[in-house]
T-cell receptor, first 111, second 114 residues
Framework: DPKIIQKPKYLVAVTGSEKILICEQYLGHNAMYWYRQSAKKPLEFMFSYSYQKLMDNQTASSRFQPQSSKKNHLDLQITALKPDDSATYFC??????????FGPGTRLTVL | QQQVRQSPQSLTVWEGETAILNCSYEDSTFDYFPWYHQFPGESPALLIAIRPVSNKKEDGRFTIFFNKREKKFSLHIADSQPGDSATYFCAASDSGGSNYKLTFGKGTLLTVTP
């Protein structure tokens, strides 16, 4: 059974729209993260959360907003989408500062 | 700015050879160094990691060598197999920091030729 679930697997959006990327982990971890991977910038850290509190935000834009409704959930809301946002978005989790495990990713294409 | 540099960008070895992938870092507060591999269409998967209490970590055919003085670490893949062909990423973090952020290198595309 998958331990980290990301939905959807593929997502196509139009410029200017808003989308939410879903992440749930069933590893019992207290820390969750979002990373982004594109041809231009491989594996770039975006956010980290611990016990549902934001630890760090390395995105330059407020268009990216993480949302944690439960301790094992960390969704990513992206508003005013741009073609440059096209990338694969990976959710990851860990027990405190230890090994991070990645979910399967959501591949976002913005037209 | 925290950076992790990785080389070579691509590497081809014959089956049975040892592949050597290299990384260096700048931030002296980094104290956790994992390696991930990623197959096409899949997510990065944790392969092996080291903390600099030691300068070597082995797991089967995979060995990390760590040089704290030079701020370098490398992944050696012994007896390389075609199934090892993937992109390998090194990373680093400050485990005592407040954000648990992993800083990744740009990756090495490894091809193992039968």
């Amino acid at each position: 059974d998958p331990k980290i679930i990301q939905k959807p697997k593929y997502l196509v959006a139009v410029t200017g729209s808003e989308k939410i990327l879903i992440c749930e982990q069933y590893l019992g971890h207290n820390a969750m993260y979002w990373y982004r991977q594109s041809a231009k910038k491989p594996l770039e850290f975006m956010f980290s959360y611990s016990y549902q509190k934001l630890m760090d935000n390395q995105t330059a834009s407020s268009r990216f907003q993480p949302q944690s409704s439960k301790k094992n959930h960390l969704d990513l809301q992206i508003t005013a989408l741009k073609p440059d946002d096209s990338a694969t978005y990976f959710c990851a989790s860990s027990r405190q500062s230890y090994e991070q495990y990645f979910g399967p990713g959501t591949r976002l294409t913005v037209l | 700015q925290q950076q992790v540099r990785q080389s070579p960008q691509s590497l081809t070895v014959w089956e049975g050879e040892t592949a050597i992938l290299n990384c260096s870092y700048e931030d002296s507060t980094f104290d956790y160094f994992p390696w991930y591999h990623q197959f096409p269409g899949e997510s990065p998967a944790l392969l092996i990691a080291i903390r600099p209490v030691s300068n070597k970590k082995e797991d089967g055919r995979f060995t990390i060598f760590f040089n704290k003085r030079e701020k370098k670490f490398s992944l050696h893949i012994a007896d390389s197999q075609p199934g090892d062909s993937a992109t390998y990423f090194c990373a680093a973090s400050d485990s005592g920091g407040s954000n648990y952020k992993l800083t990744f290198g740009k990756g090495t595309l490894l091809t193992v030729t039968p």
